[in-house]
């Protein structure tokens, strides 16, 4: 018989916390079934105490799953791991507890623990994942700061994956203007991958911190970047592909995200651009939706930009324009309804500033989006 968990007010006592370490630590088992296993038995401890011809009992529970399980090392490592917890700061999210990110609480496969260092909050709906390519073109790194920046009034999470290129540009930008952000490892806390990223790493804890599935002295292996990035797809309402070559773990983030009904968005750039295939690809097959304004995000995702938080920015922060804002209205003003490229070309400012400045001026009530990617002016 089933026992029903209990979501949202589930309390993880130390006793559950070492029972549900060492029912991660089972070769073979994956979150899936463990999550299979809970729902029959109702906790982890009960689980471990339970006899194996009972277990075997349960569907798509076999031999193969439940091999390692009464294995005693299980539960000495959980305790060392418990130990190491305590003395390096890291606090261990049970996927019942309020605390878990929502979103991924939703997905099948994800983790039944996560762990954190920093100052993680998951209070707000509003939680996006960038990614892209290591190789970050002169575009791609303007784009995405820019894109930041026009969405900071929101106050959205920035999710990514804190290596190189793109990843690292999103998280100094999030940082930049003032919103948490939250890089997922794929690795254990005893080491950090890129190694040259070090010196970001106490900044990065102030404005949010470190995500991990992986047990303190989990070593980094290229594999652990598929669980890795399955966490950046499912903890998100919104996936956004910031260049991408034709294969790489950006569009296997997409994939992912995807696969979970999760919204995606792509940037494109030149059709000559090696660096932008993928994110065409995304776009030619449907997947994704074209990101050419920050508006854009809002819009698809039902964002209510007019929500009191805003207006009180724009009767402080927003209450004059700059000389970029002003040079884009006056241009509005004067020529009528435009479009993103007709603007840039006008104003002689880059596309990804643009698109940045427009979405701002639509915040201040300045400017009005239109069907068909068009601008005027209020």
């Given amino acids: 018989m089933k026992t029903p968990l209990q979501h949202f007010s589930y309390m993880l006592s130390e006793t559950e916390l070492l029972y549900a370490l060492a029912l991660q630590r089972v070769p073979n088992l994956g979150d899936t079934s463990a999550k299979k296993l809970l729902r029959h038995l109702g906790s982890s401890e009960a689980i471990f105490k339970t006899q194996k011809g009972q277990l ?44 878990y990110p929502e979103n991924l ?11 954190s260092k920093g100052t993680v909050q998951w209070n707000t709906q509003r939680i996006l994942s960038i990614v892209g390519t290591r190789r970050a073109t002169p575009h791609g790194k303007q784009f995405c700061e820019a894109l930041i920046e026009a969405l900071s009034p929101l106050q959205p999470i920035i999710i990514s994956g804190f290596a190189y290129g793109i990843d690292i540009i999103a998280h100094r930008a999030a940082m930049k203007y003032g919103l948490q952000t939250i890089a997922c490892l ?58 991408s070559a034709e294969k790489g773990g950006s569009l296997v983030t997409a994939d992912i995200a995807h696969s979970y009904g999760r919204e995606l968005f792509a940037v494109p750039g030149r059709v000559t651009d090696a ?57 509005l003003h004067h020529s009528g309804k435009s479009q993103l490229d007709a603007i840039a070309f006008g104003c002689q400012m880059p596309t990804s500033k643009v698109a940045a400045l427009l979405l701002q001026l639509e915040l201040k009530g300045k400017i009005q989006p239109l069907p068909g990617k068009w601008f005027q002016a209020s």
């Fill in 56 to 99: 075997l009992k349960i569907d798509g529970i076999g031999p193969y799953r439940l091999k390692g399980l009464y294995d005693p090392k299980i539960l000495l490592a959980a305790e060392r791991e418990i130990g190491y917890m305590q003395q390096h700061g890291i606090t261990a999210t049970y996927f019942l507890d309020a605390h």
């Fill in 105 to 115: 609480r939703h997905c099948v496969d994800g983790p039944i623990l996560l762990f």
């Fill in 186 to 243: 794929a690795h254990g806390f005893q080491q950090l991958y890129p190694k040259t990223h070090q010196k970001y790493v106490r900044s990065m804890c102030e404005h949010g911190g470190f995500l991990t599935e992986f047990w303190s002295d989990n070593p980094f292996e290229r594999t652990n970047f598929l669980r890795r990035n399955r966490i950046i797809a499912g903890i998100s309402e919104a996936t956004i592909v910031i260049e």
């Fill in 275 to 331: 660096q932008s295939a993928g994110c065409h690809q995304l776009i030619k097959s449907q997947r994704a939706h074209l990101l050419t304004t920050p508006a854009d995000i809002p819009y698809v995702l039902g964002w209510d930009v007019k929500t009191p938080a805003v207006q009180n920015m724009q009767t402080s922060i927003f209450n004059s324009l700059d000389e970029h804002e002003k040079n884009v209205w006056e241009f």
